[in-house]
Each structure stands twice: as structure tokens, then as C-alpha cells.
């Protein structure tokens, strides 16, 4: 399955962003998926999945519950809406997906898509 991750900018801190997962190829509904993030100087990071149904949902701890993950099969995208942001949100974006359950670890992941850079100003 090809990914193509899009809806990045810049934003103030408070603002919302909703990225977008955009697949094609294979049958997206048969894959879990999942976004991480990676900002300059540091490892990329989990930031949510999402199981091939949209049913199960687990996020990073970090995030306080401003962001939420979901999918629509029929439409073959993913989603992340990002609200309460803050600098340190800032990061290139990855959405990922794999043939079995969603985890954290982004190694375990197949298909990625080619990142959309967010950039939350103080």
C-alpha cells in the first residue's frame, strides 16, 4: 500500500490541525495505522493507531488527549486532527501502516508515507 501523509503548516500555538492519510495500492482497511512524528535532533516518536476497523484507538501519554486518530476505510484515508497545540508539537508527521494490530514501534511498521511538516509557533 502507498501512503501519501498531507495537511501540514503552520499554526499558532491554540490551533488545530487535521493531517491526512491518504492510501492507495493494496486494500487499506486490511491495515492497522499509525502516526509518529520526528523533530529535528531527536528519534522519531509514537504518536497514536488506529486498528484496521477504526475500533481500537491507543495514544501517546504525552499528548493530554488533544489529539484523535481515525480512519475511513470507504475513503481509503486516515486522519489525525491535532488540537491544543503547542511548540513542541512541531515535527515532520509520518502516518504508517502494517498488516496486523497497531503498536508503538514505528520499526514494525511496512508501509510509510512521506512525512508533512508541522511547524506550531509560540
Known amino acids: 500500500v502507498q501512503l501519501q501523509a498531507f495537511g501540514g503548516g503552520l499554526v499558532q500555538a491554540g490551533g488545530s490541525l487535521r493531517l491526512s492519510c491518504a492510501a492507495s495500492?493494496?486494500?487499506?482497511?486490511?491495515?492497522?495505522m499509525g502516526w509518529f512524528r520526528q523533530a529535528p535532533g531527536k528519534e522519531r516518536e509514537f504518536v497514536a493507531h488506529?486498528?484496521?476497523?477504526?475500533?481500537?484507538?491507543y495514544y501517546a501519554d504525552s499528548l493530554e488527549g488533544r489529539f484523535t486518530i481515525s480512519r475511513d476505510n470507504a475513503k481509503n484515508t486516515g486522519y489525525l486532527q491535532m488540537n491544543t497545540l503547542k511548540p513542541e508539537d512541531t515535527a515532520v508527521y509520518y502516518c504508517?501502516?502494517?498488516?496486523?494490530?497497531?503498536?508503538?514501534?514505528?520499526?514494525?511498521?511496512?508501509?510509510w508515507g512521506q512525512g508533512t511538516q508541522v511547524t506550531v509557533s509560540s
Open positions: 495500492g493494496r486494500t487499506f482497511g486490511r491495515f492497522s
Open positions: 504508517a501502516a502494517r498488516p496486523r494490530a497497531g503498536v508503538r514501534d514505528w520499526e514494525l511498521y511496512t508501509y
Open positions: 488506529i486498528s484496521w476497523n477504526g475500533m481500537i484507538t
